[in-house]
Each structure stands twice: as structure tokens, then as C-alpha cells.
């Protein structure tokens, strides 16, 4: 049995500087010198003409794009008269340059292969294969590109400014006032603004001759349609009339979780004892749900699994549900920015209510992840996670289908599960977010509501129990991030197999059970499929967790649900052989870890530890450019040389800066390595500075008993391997180092000490006589004696 609280370890006191690798950016050989410089020099003329072409609200200045290859000095390019504004994707980025510079940059071209005897930082120059200009192409969105614009006569586009300097520079409220001179010399409408440090965002009324003005200003970064919630679901009304009486509502203490919805139905009689606060963001409906959506996520928030509390008819909320309207009746956006939205709701909620946890079973369907920048919800999700300390729970988003190309191409049932992993399927804003927990959904039911009452063969559902929801997104996120981390039960749906369009899909019978919002005269239950059900399972148990323990950070929380995350066989079973290596060949990554992250969290000891099972917790804060080590206080008994299964499962999370205009986003790069050796002493000298001459820096140890590689899990901010080992050396200690790298042009935007949770879960489920959970608390008491008789 899991009774015994999680156990807290500290790391060794122990200074050790990160080992740092000088790295010279390396040249990029022309064999014709001059010819090159030319080159560049006819490029600059042209794309100086486009760009004084263009509309603009600052004359002088000028966009360009560069293109270049290998390794670019971006922290240099002002040698050459040229601001750096943005890094595009690998081999291109963006900069600013007004006449002065146009002029510094000109010079330095023609001097190339000349006189450049004293040309400093030359190899910028060389890196450059050519320069362009940002194009009413590249402003376009993936939305715009594919649908259009709208056919009315006046709509709303959200266009987003290069973002110059930071919110409250000077330079950047001197181009938002010159932008905005130009819309109203323009006639056109600002409806809504958007000023963070790395997302400047207007959502504007135009017509199509404005678009066009609007396609080609020198200022636009990118021309969007609003956002398209795409949330869709069929709703079944359940026969379930009877509910006990007097449902207590939760303690004072619980855990505050706040769903940022369509609203609440707060009368409903399951979610009134837990309601504590409603707010409209976006009317004047006090939070009122007038779609259902809301209230069935709230259902899920609240009480996790329905069917399992309606079948023993016992109703306990152990949470309190907080309730912010920010959809309208449709489920949609509002007409204002829900970037805007969201941080008046999140800060509202955090500052006067100080929830912590919020659920956001929504995205953006016109902003499928481009592999490139994380940008719009995601970002601001990012940057309030990190400002307010807070946990998101994200949904990864539901797929309907494609049509130009087609996906699937026929069947949904014949085509599953290959076109999970197509291009089209991938995560929408703002699932790829990093710093908070996104999640796919896994099927439970695979019999519909027709098939359950009649006996002749007419739908079919593509999955089984516990394989992944014909309707989730895939991964990865930026960098070849783990995304979805997590995975729950979301629903599933089944195919008519009579008639001739098979993308025509049944859902009645194959969801989650949850609230309905219009019980009134009806039932108090709908049954609804699509990923927003299956993110606020993983809230409802990241609540519980927070009941547990209270002073958990949202590191701590998003590290313990990875940390305990399995991945189900029927997850990797749902992909035939064939497919599982073609992908990996082409893509150098597992097909199931790109559908399912971590996998499903497994409650046993999620909450608490037992003798065969026992979970250690760390919370610190670390330095640039430095390590931490921590002992595993593993006992005798769990190293002991029979050959037997023993786990060793560690999770690292953190919640670093982040930037649009850079490729690498994240301003902070923390990783941890697990090893083994003799002493602290050993194991240190292959991380410290001042050794890296004499020893070989580390890696994991036992790679081969390892599930993911460090090289994978490192790309996100949550990061977790396992470790089954069968026969261990007793004579081995156990360690885990933390490291931390800021980027070096994320330093001045991170924190002198970065805060960081660790996570390890030691396993021997195989001894049946194990102590381990008493065996560990020994070593960690005893530890703490000697570090006290060390201080004194």
C-alpha cells in the first residue's frame, strides 16, 4: 500500500563550475573573395529598392533578410551597420538597418577581398550566402496561406510586429506610436493590442485593399486570422437521474484550480459545492456557460473519472473550481485578443485568488506548429508560467481531418494509425508550449451507442482501450521537444461502415462521461470526446497532488506527473513494426513517443510512496554555468547483486525565459545526467572546470537499460528516463547532476539562480520482503546528522 509521504533529499554542498568549451565560430571559406563581396553587393541594391517600396511607419528604415550558412555572429552584425531583429529558422534571420547603415554595410561589401585588411568580424560577411527582404509571402500565416481571407466586406486580422527592444523601451513604444500614426492615416481600426517583451500583436478591422498595405509594411512580421477554436463534439445524454444529497463541499485548504473556458454551469448540482469564483472576461454573463463546454471540462477538473464515480455513486470534490469565462456561446475566440484575455483572466485568478493551477482545454486550429518559432497563446502561456509560478494544463488538440491532401485519404478506421503522425495532425497553438503540460488523448470505449443495442456489424471503431484517440494531435514542439508530454482518456469515435463516405464519424457511446450544462429538464450527464477531456484528467490529478503537498512549486507538480508516466503497451503496440521503423529511420525518434510524450500517469504512488515504490523530491535553485549533485541514498538491499528488476526513474523540470525572435526560444538549458561510481569526489572530477583536461566529462550511465536518451529528453523543460537494472554493483554509489547553461543572449533575461525541481522514483517490486521506503528514510536521516554535525 502507498501510505507514506514522498521523501526530500538535498545535494551535496559542493561548488563546481560547469566545464565551458571556447568556441570559435568557424569561417566559411569563398575561394573568390571579391566575386562574393560583389555578389552580396548587387543583392543589397536590389533589395534596398524593394525595401524603400515598401509601406512603412518610420522612413529610413529598412527590413532585409539575410540568408547564411554554417554558424552567423549574430551578436556581431552591428559591425557591419545592420541590426539583428530575429532569427527565422537555422540558416536565415532578419535585421534592421536604417540609411546610415545601409551606407556602413555597402561599404563593407565592396571592400570585401580589397581593402579589408582592417575589416574586423570579416566572417560575418563570409557566413552571408545572400540577401533578401521579408516578402508579403513571409507575412503571411499558414492560416492565411490556406483559407484565405474572409469574404465580408470589413473583418479582423491579427497582425504582429518585429519585436524591437523590449515592451517598455523607448524604441519599441516610439514604433508601436509610428505604427499607430499609420493605421489611422490608413483607416484602419485597432480593435485590441498585445505589448510583451517578445510579442508585440494588433488585432485590426480591415478590408482587402488595407490587407494589402498591411502584406507589404516594413514593420509586419506576420498577418493572421484570428483564432479558430476548432473544438467540436457530439453530446449524449446519459440516464442517470439519482445523485446523493448534501455533496460536502472540499476543505478550506484545497487545492485552487482554475478552468479558463466557456464558463461554468454553476448550478449543477455535482459542481456547486466546489465552485468558488466566476469571472466573465470577454461579456457580462458572470462565467455562465451558455455552450457546455466549460462545465463538462470543470466535470473532469473536478471529479477525474466520472464513470468510476457514478458507478459507486460516491461524489467527494477534494478541489475548489474557479471559473473563468473566455469563450463565447460558440466555444470560439472573442472578437479581442485572446492573448489579452488570457493574461487579464491568469493574473486576475492568481493575484486575487491565488490559484495555482489552471486548465486550458482549447487551441487554436488556424495555427498548427510550423517547426519553427512558438509564438501567439503558447508564448504568453510560457512567460505567465514563469512570471506567476504556475502550472498550465494544455489539451494538444483534436483533428478533424484534411482535405488538400486529403488525411486520412479514405477511412478513418483502415488509415489509423498512420495518419496520426502526418504533417496535418500536428499540435496547434498552444500545445507546443514549453513550460506547461500538454496532453494527448487515448481511447477507452470502442463500442457505440448503436452498436451496444443492436446486433448487426455497422460502425467500427479504429482504436481499442488505451491506444492513442483517433482524433489526437502529435509532436514534437520546437527543437524536437517531447510533446505531448502526457496522455489521458479523451474518447474515441467509430466509422459507419455501410455507407460510402467513411470520414463521416460516431462518437455517441465512445466518450468521456461528464457534466451537462443543460441538466435542467435533462440528464446530469453528457458523454463528449476530444482531447480538451482528456487535459483536465491530468488537472484534476496535478490538484491532488497540490492537496498532498501544498508548498509544491508548478516545477514540482510537472515533475512528479512525468515522473510517474508509463508508456502503456497498447500505446506502442497501436503502430505496426514496419511503420515504428520507417519513422524512427526518417525522423530519429520513436512514432509512439511523438503521439504520447511520457505516456499515461499511473496513480499508484503518485501521491504517496510505499515500501516497494518510494519517491524523492528536491527543490533548488542554480547558478550559470554550474552543477549539482545529488547522492541517491540507495540501501544495500536495492543494490544487491541477484539478478532481479529494479527501477530507478528520474524527472528534472524547470521553467526557463523565453524568446520569439530566437530559434533556441529558451533562454536557460538545464539537463541532468545519470551516473555511477566510487565516491562524490569521482564522480565531480569528470564535470569540474578546473579538471577538463585530465578527465572525460560524463554521460548517462547503463544507456542500455535506459528508455529515452539524454539527448531527447533534454529538448524540453520536463525532462524524464527510466532505468530497469537487473543486476547491480554493490560497491556503486548512485548520482544525479543537474547542469545549467544560459544561452548567451538569454543571459540578461534570466535569473542569477534558476529555480528547478528533481524527482526520483526508486522501484524493487520484485523483493517481496522489501524496506526500501524505511530503509531510505535511515540513509536520508542520517545524512542530515552529518551534515548538521558539519555545520556546527
Not at 505589448?195 to 494588433?202: A, G, I, K, P
Amino acid at each position: 500500500m502507498a501510505n507514506y509521504e514522498h521523501l526530500k533529499i538535498e545535494r551535496e554542498l559542493l561548488e563546481n563550475e560547469r566545464r565551458t568549451r571556447k568556441i570559435n565560430i568557424p569561417r566559411h571559406p569563398r575561394g573568390d573573395l571579391r566575386g562574393h563581396g560583389q555578389k552580396l553587393s548587387r543583392d543589397l541594391t536590389e533589395s534596398f529598392k524593394f525595401a524603400q517600396s515598401q509601406q512603412t511607419s518610420r522612413p529610413g528604415n529598412f527590413v532585409l533578410k539575410i540568408r547564411y550558412t554554417g554558424l552567423l555572429d549574430i551578436t556581431h552584425l552591428n559591425k557591419h551597420g545592420i541590426e539583428f531583429v530575429s532569427q527565422e529558422d537555422n540558416h536565415l534571420c532578419v535585421v534592421f538597418v536604417d540609411e546610415t547603415g545601409m551606407a556602413v554595410f555597402a561599404d563593407h561589401l565592396q571592400r570585401l577581398g580589397l581593402d579589408d585588411a582592417e575589416l574586423t568580424y570579416k566572417q560575418i560577411l563570409e557566413a552571408i550566402e545572400g540577401i533578401d527582404n521579408w516578402t508579403s509571402d513571409d507575412r503571411k500565416s499558414w492560416a492565411l496561406r490556406r483559407h484565405g481571407l474572409p469574404r465580408a466586406e470589413k473583418f479582423l486580422l491579427d497582425v504582429e510586429l518585429w519585436p524591437v527592444a523590449v515592451a517598455h523601451h523607448p524604441e519599441r513604444l516610439s514604433t508601436c506610436d509610428a505604427f499607430e500614426r499609420w493605421l489611422a492615416h490608413n483607416g484602419i481600426r485597432r480593435t485590441d493590442k498585445v505589448n510583451l517583451d517578445s510579442l508585440v500583436m494588433y488585432r485590426l478591422e480591415v478590408n482587402s485593399s488595407q490587407v494589402n498595405l498591411l502584406l507589404n509594411h516594413s514593420d509586419v512580421r506576420l498577418v493572421d486570422l484570428p483564432p479558430k477554436s476548432g473544438i467540436r463534439y457530439s453530446q449524449l445524454n446519459c440516464d442517470i437521474n439519482r445523485i446523493p444529497e448534501g455533496i460536502q463541499s472540499p476543505t478550506h485548504q484545497a487545492a485552487r484550480v482554475c478552468v479558463l473556458d466557456s464558463g461554468v454551469n454553476t448550478n449543477h448540482p455535482l459542481l456547486a459545492p466546489a465552485i468558488a469564483e466566476s469571472a466573465d472576461f470577454i461579456g457580462d454573463t458572470d462565467g455562465m456557460d451558455l455552450n457546455g463546454h466549460g462545465t463538462a471540462v470543470a466535470g473532469v477538473a473536478l471529479y477525474g473519472d466520472l464513470e468510476a464515480c457514478n458507478s459507486t455513486n460516491y461524489w467527494h470534490p477534494e478541489l475548489w473550481i474557479f471559473n473563468g469565462r473566455i469563450l463565447d456561446e460558440n466555444a470560439e475566440f472573442d472578437s479581442s485578443s485572446i492573448e489579452k484575455t488570457l493574461i487579464e483572466a491568469v493574473t486576475y485568478f492568481v493575484e486575487e485568488h491565488q490559484c495555482r493551477i489552471f486548465n486550458l482545454s482549447l487551441g487554436n486550429s488556424n495555427a498548427p506548429y510550423d517547426n519553427r518559432h512558438i509564438r501567439g497563446i503558447a508564448y504568453v502561456l510560457d512567460k505567465l508560467a514563469r512570471d506567476f509560478n504556475i502550472l498550465f494544463v494544455v489539451s494538444a488538440g483534436n483533428f478533424s481531418g484534411s482535405i488538400d491532401p486529403d488525411v486520412p485519404r479514405h477511412s478513418w478506421r483502415n488509415e489509423y494509425p498512420e495518419y496520426l503522425l502526418a504533417d496535418e495532425s500536428i499540435i496547434i497553438d498552444p500545445a507546443p508550449a514549453l513550460n506547461v503540460l500538454t496532453v494527448g488523448s487515448l481511447a477507452r470505449h470502442n463500442a457505440t451507442f448503436d452498436a451496444q443495442r443492436y446486433p448487426e456489424i455497422s460502425q467500427l471503431a479504429p482504436a481499442t482501450e488505451n491506444q492513442p484517440s483517433p482524433f489526437t494531435r502529435h509532436g514534437p514542439s520546437i527543437k524536437g521537444a517531447i510533446k505531448p508530454e502526457l496522455v489521458a482518456i479523451g474518447g474515441n469515435l467509430a466509422t459507419p461502415i455501410r455507407i460510402g463516405n467513411e470520414l463521416k464519424d460516431v462518437k455517441k457511446g465512445m466518450g468521456v462521461l461528464t457534466c451537462n450544462s443543460l441538466f435542467v429538464g435533462n440528464t446530469l450527464f453528457s458523454e463528449i470526446s476530444g482531447t480538451s477531456f482528456a487535459a483536465p484528467y491530468i488537472t484534476h490529478l496535478a490538484g491532488r497532488l497540490l492537496n498532498n503537498y501544498p508548498k509544491a512549486s508548478a516545477n514540482l507538480l510537472r515533475a512528479l506527473l512525468v515522473n510517474h508516466a508509463n508508456m502503456l503497451s497498447e500505446i506502442e503496440n497501436s503502430f505496426p513494426e514496419d511503420m515504428k521503423k520507417s519513422y524512427r529511420s526518417a525522423n530519429g525518434r520513436d512514432a509512439f513517443r511523438d503521439i504520447a510524450g511520457y505516456g499515461a500517469v499511473d496513480e499508484g504512488e503518485l501521491f504517496r510512496s510505499s515500501q516497494n515504490a518510494v519517491v524523492l523530491m528536491a527543490e533548488d535553485k542554480i547558478e550559470n554555468n554550474s552543477h549539482h549533485f545529488f547522492e541517491l541514498p540507495l540501501p544495500d538491499d536495492f543494490l544487491r547483486s541477484q539478478r532481479a528488476s529494479r527501477e530507478i526513474r528520474v524527472t528534472l523540470s524547470y521553467c526557463p525565459a523565453v524568446r520569439t525572435t530566437r530559434i533556441d526560444y529558451v533562454a536557460t538549458k538545464m539537463s541532468f545526467r545519470l551516473v555511477k561510481d566510487q565516491s562524490l569526489e569521482s564522480v565531480q572530477r569528470h564535470f569540474n572546470h578546473s579538471t577538463q583536461d585530465e578527465t572525460k566529462t560524463r554521460n548517462d550511465d547503463a544507456t542500455s537499460n535506459r528508455d529515452i536518451s539524454a539527448e531527447l529528453r533534454g529538448k524540453g523543460t520536463v525532462q524524464s528516463s527510466t532505468w530497469r537494472i537487473k543486476q547491480p554493483k554493490p560497491s556503486e554509489k548512485w548520482f544525479v547532476v543537474i547542469t545549467r547553461q544560459d544561452r548567451d543572449w538569454g543571459e540578461a533575461l534570466s535569473f542569477e539562480q534558476e529555480d528547478y525541481a528533481l524527482v526520483v522514483t526508486v522501484t524493487d517490486r520484485e523483493n517481496e520482503e522489501a524496506q526500501l521506503y524505511s530503509q531510505i528514510s535511515q540513509r536520508i536521516e542520517l545524512k542530515a546528522r552529518e551534515r548538521a554535525r558539519a555545520r556546527v
